[in-house]
Nanobody, 126 residues
């Protein structure tokens, strides 16, 4: 049974940084995709950044390019999202998710992912 647990959210001022972590357990597949998604109040859930199990494919939403970096630590079964230069519009609940047997991460659509964590709140304000 696949389980994902996010952590690292919090409140930060504009321009600040946070690193989100997602610990994945019960994942057994030849290949898969893992992604970070976010949903702000009154907004649609959107893909922030997604990667494949081999790091051969990665996606970043346009508004976070150059500011956010996704990475994986296979030994710890953990996926990270380093968020720099945070803006108020980054405020949202951030979720990690995975889908088995997905070879590409360029779509990074929430409705293509089956397993989800509970989310962690990120608030960016003065």
């Amino acid at each position: 049974q696949v389980q994902l647990v996010e952590s690292g959210g919090g409140s930060v001022q504009p321009g600040g940084s946070l690193r989100l972590s997602c610990v994945v357990s019960g994942l057994s597949a030849d290949y898969y995709a893992i992604g970070w998604f976010r949903q702000a109040p009154g907004k649609e859930r959107e893909g922030v950044s997604c990667i494949t199990s081999t790091d051969g494919d990665a996606y970043y939403e346009d508004s976070v390019k150059g500011r956010f970096t996704i990475s994986r630590d296979n030994a710890k079964n953990t996926v990270y999202l380093q968020m720099n230069s945070l803006k108020p519009e980054d405020t949202a609940v951030y979720y990690c998710a995975t889908e088995l047997y997905v070879a590409i991460a360029t779509h990074c659509r929430f409705d293509e992912y089956s397993y989800w964590g509970q989310g962690t709140q990120v608030s960016v304000s003065t």
